[in-house]
């Protein structure tokens, strides 16, 4: 399938923020794609023309400012001096952005990590345009899942060094006395980032079985949102 991919930029309470958008030639539902702490790296471009070859019109705001780390303690310092006032409203105006954008007239939200918890925020914060929400190896504790409406997929290790699996038991629990739909898949053996090509945690046959079920929600779960 053929598909057009262009750099997108987008006007954030007067700040220009760089996003990136590939979309099918004759468009598709729409899935906005929220980054690990490494920022808006090549990985992530590619995740978009992927699900883009899939049939969808993938959305991916930076969070960082143009900024990419390329270790874990590079990260980290991008991560303390994230602003999530400022990342919150890139989120939110890229949600609007991809609304307008796509097919459908609702989307899916697709976070990995840091992007997971996001996600869980655009979920709870417009659950009326939310269809479906895919969690990479990423948890909110404590959050009140009650405004959730969309159908949950989720991607853990069960030996994460960086999201311990009662935090994830947690979650999912707290989910269902929501009443929300969340199904969780566990991984055993695999690391954090487990499905990032470019990371050494990488792992191939779990990461292909994570985008095959991934696929599968984002059709079955946006199949009904065409306008």
């Known amino acids: 399938m053929s598909i057009q991919k262009s750099e997108i930029k987008l006007d954030v309470n007067g700040k220009s923020v760089n996003a990136y958008l590939a979309s099918p030639s004759n468009d598709g539902p729409g899935v906005l794609v929220l980054h690990a702490w490494w920022g808006l790296k090549p990985f992530f471009k590619q995740v978009c023309d992927r699900l883009a070859e899939q049939g969808f019109t993938a959305f991916a705001p930076d969070l960082r400012d143009g900024q990419i780390a390329e270790t874990i303690e590079a990260a980290k ?5 994230s602003n999530d006032q400022l990342v919150g409203d890139i989120v939110i105006v890229a949600k609007d952005y991809l ?6 007239t609702k989307i899916g939200v697709m976070g990995f990590s840091m992007g997971a918890a996001w996600s869980l925020v ?10 479906a929400t895919v969690l990479f190896y990423g948890t909110y504790p404590g959050m009140d899942f009650t405004k959730v409406k ?3 997929l989720g991607h853990y290790s069960d030996n994460d060094e960086w999201e311990p699996m009662d935090d994830v038991k947690a979650m999912e629990q707290s989910m269902k006395d929501a009443g929300v739909d969340a199904t969780l898949h566990i991984y055993p053996g695999v690391a954090h980032w487990f499905v990032e090509e470019d990371r050494p945690e990488y792992d191939s046959s779990a990461a292909s079985l994570a985008w095959e079920r991934t696929f599968e929600f984002l059709r079955t779960s946006l199949r009904e949102t065409s306008r």
Request: hydrophobic share 40%; glycine share 0%; no cysteine.
């Open 77 to 81: 310092e991008l991560m303390e001096k």
């Open 99 to 104: 609304l307008a954008h796509s097919t459908s």
């Open 122 to 131: 655009v979920a709870s914060n417009d659950p009326d345009k939310i269809a």
């Open 150 to 152: 969309s159908k949950v």
